[in-house]
């Protein structure tokens, strides 16, 4: 569908996923996607043109539909024929037609079957069924749970993400009924990820205890490494702030990450499989390792049938 080598998703994380990481692994073999988070059409429209001018492979763009730019960003990414169009934090109907006109894929993450059937009825090439695992925003349900869920609710093709880091987890991916992975955290070690140094060191030393989630109280929880930023916005959530302050304290703190390695005020988003992250190396050996190990897990799978 894609013309993608290898069924892997490389996750469109904000402030992360720029124009190099995602034709990095788009020249892998996988589906390198841009993150266009809060930023205006204009920063999204240069990431897409530093992509084009590094590969000549498919790559995406992720729109935060809850961005207030959105709308600009969903026509521009039209406008410039974007090869695969994933959303998160919202609906996309409204942009589905412009997007399909312009001969987008478009692929929404979902945390719900419900969710999933709603994306196929609006025309949706695939879904990306993300459990509660994943770094950044999460639902409920976990990847075990929601990936088979998922796949009986709809006929359209399925991309599991939450908790998949290697070869292994990719193989189970395809066991519950997926036909490929996403994954977030594990490209936080690619070489041609471009975060502090800071942040790619705490993730190479995760623990498996290493994250946490906070945001329940606002509505829209989310997954980050246990850091002094994140006990005490905990600890702010459930002490006297009003919602309007604790969205304060929040905003930005990504960035601070990000970019200054900030271990007080920022907030380093995780998914639960950064302990197994090891080493930093090429997006495309990233690629093709989970790939390779998905294949050799799955050629072993006979001995569990008599």
């Given amino acids: 569908m894609l013309g993608i080598r290898y069924p892997v998703f490389q996750g469109g994380m ?15 073999g996988g589906l390198g996607i841009i993150g266009a988070g809060n930023a205006p059409a204009d920063f999204v429209r ?28 969903a026509e521009m990414i039209a406008d410039e024929k974007v090869a695969v169009v994933t959303t998160g934090a919202g609906n996309p109907s409204k942009y589905m037609k412009m997007w399909q006109d312009a001969g987008c894929s478009v692929i929404p993450v979902v945390a719900s079957a419900s969710m999933a059937k709603l994306m196929q009825r609006i025309g949706a090439s695939a879904v990306i069924a993300e ?8 639902g409920e349900l976990t990847t075990m749970v929601l990936v088979p869920l998922v796949c009986d609710a709809v006929d359209i093709p399925v991309i599991a993400a939450g908790g998949i880091a ?17 994954m977030g ?9 471009n975060i502090h140094p800071t942040y790619k060191e705490k993730i ?30 905990m600890k702010e959530e459930y002490g006297g702030l009003a919602d309007e302050e604790l969205e304060a304290l929040g905003t930005g703190a990504l960035r601070l990450a990000v970019q200054n390695g900030d271990t007080e005020k920022g907030c380093f988003l995780s998914g ?3 302990a197994m992250v090891e080493k930093v190396q090429p997006a495309a050996d990233i690629v093709r390792e989970v790939a390779e190990e998905a294949e050799e897990v799955l050629k072993g799978a006979a001995k569990w049938v008599k």
């Fill in 272 to 274: 639960q499989i950064a």
């Fill in 46 to 73: 240069g990431e897409i043109h530093k992509a084009k001018s590094l590969t000549d492979k498919p790559f995406g763009v992720n729109v935060m539909l809850l961005s207030p730019f959105a709308d600009e960003v």
């Fill in 185 to 193: 955290t594990r490209f936080l070690s690619a070489e041609e990820c």
């Fill in 166 to 182: 290697d070869g292994r987890g990719a193989a189970a991916a395809y066991m519950l009924g997926a036909c490929g992975v996403q």
């Fill in 14 to 28: 904000a402030w992360v996923a720029d124009g190099k990481l995602a034709a990095a692994v788009s020249e892998g």
């Fill in 204 to 233: 190479i030393k995760a623990g498996d205890l290493a994250t946490m989630v906070t945001g329940k109280r606002l509505g829209h929880p989310v997954r980050s490494l246990r850091t002094a930023f994140a006990r005490n916005y």
């Fill in 131 to 138: 459990g509660g695992e994943s770094g950044g925003h999460v």
